[in-house]
Nanobody, 118 residues
Framework: QVQLVESGGGLVQPGGSLRLSCAAS????????LSWHRQAPGKERELVAR???????AYGDPVRGRFTISRDNAKNTVYLEMNSLRPEDTAVYYC????????????WGQGTQVTVSS
C-alpha cells in the first residue's frame, strides 16, 4: 500500500524558516523523482522544487535561492527547507513521488498547510 505522509507545516512569521518532511512507504523510492508542489487559495497547483534520482535539483522561480530540497533514501524521506518565508508562500504543500520507469505511477501526499503571517 502506497503512503506519503507530510509533516512540519504550520504558522510562521515573515522572514522565518520551516522544514517540511515527507515519509514514503510502499514505493520504489530510490528510483523515483521527488518533488514538492503547493497550492495557494484561488491559484493552481505549482511546482516548488524537484530532485532526481541522481540528486539534481530544480526550483520554481518564486522560491529559488530560498528553499532547498533534499532526499534521504535510507529513510525514504524527502525534505523541503524553507527560509526567508514570505506571505505569498502561504499554501498547502504536497509531496509527490514518480517512479522513473513510468509516469503512470504518480503518488501524492495529503498536503500540509504553511501559513506565513505576522
Amino acid at each position: 500500500q502506497v503512503q506519503l505522509v507530510e509533516s512540519g507545516g504550520g504558522l510562521v512569521q515573515p522572514g522565518g524558516s520551516l522544514r517540511l518532511s515527507c515519509a514514503a512507504s510502499g514505493i520504489m523510492f530510490s528510483m523515483s523523482t521527488l518533488s514538492w508542489h503547493r497550492q495557494a487559495p484561488g491559484k493552481e497547483r505549482e511546482l516548488v522544487a524537484r530532485i532526481t534520482v541522481s540528486g539534481s535539483t530544480a526550483y520554481g522561480d518564486p522560491v529559488r535561492g530560498r528553499f532547498t530540497i533534499s532526499r534521504d533514501n535510507a529513510k525514504n524521506t524527502v525534505y523541503l527547507e524553507m527560509n526567508s518565508l514570505r506571505p505569498e508562500d502561504t499554501a498547502v504543500y504536497y509531496c509527490n513521488v514518480n517512479w522513473v520507469r513510468s509516469t503512470r505511477y504518480d503518488y501524492w501526499g495529503q498536503g500540509t498547510q504553511v501559513t506565513v503571517s505576522s
